[in-house]
């Protein structure tokens, strides 16, 4: 006679247990790391929006300072040589930032193969 339970049906019930359990892992896995992921993008959503923010103000930061040499130079030099020592020496800050930003660009996208 057949000894078995009547819950043990045998090597194929068994097999596509083992594969139902394999899905349903796979399955969580995938919704685990989805919304991992969601929750990533969130997050540097809100680094971009916040990072615009700061941008922008710097930005408005940096004109009230250059608009406020320009005003404490003109009564020494006038506001035409004012406003050129003005651009001049902030073309020249942008010129070096610039050039230490492709340097450091070159460095990150060089190959593999060099130190």
Not at 6 to 35: F, K, M, Q, S, T
Not at 48 to 57: E, K, N, P, W, Y
Not at 75 to 100: E, K, S
């Amino acid at each position: 006679m057949d000894e078995r339970n009547e819950d043990d049906n045998g090597i194929g019930a068994l097999v596509a247990r083992a594969i139902a359990d394999g899905r349903a892992y796979a399955d969580a896995e995938i919704a685990y790391w989805r919304a991992l992921v969601l929750d990533r993008v969130a997050d540097a959503r809100a680094v971009a929006m916040l990072g615009i923010v700061v941008f922008l103000l710097a930005q408005a930061a940096a004109i009230a300072l250059i608009v406020g040499f320009v005003m404490i130079l003109t009564p020494h030099v006038g506001p035409a040589l004012a406003t050129l020592i003005v651009v001049l020496v902030a073309a020249g800050a942008a010129a070096l930032f610039a050039r230490v930003a492709i340097k450091r660009f070159r460095r990150v996208t060089r190959p593999r193969s060099e130190p």
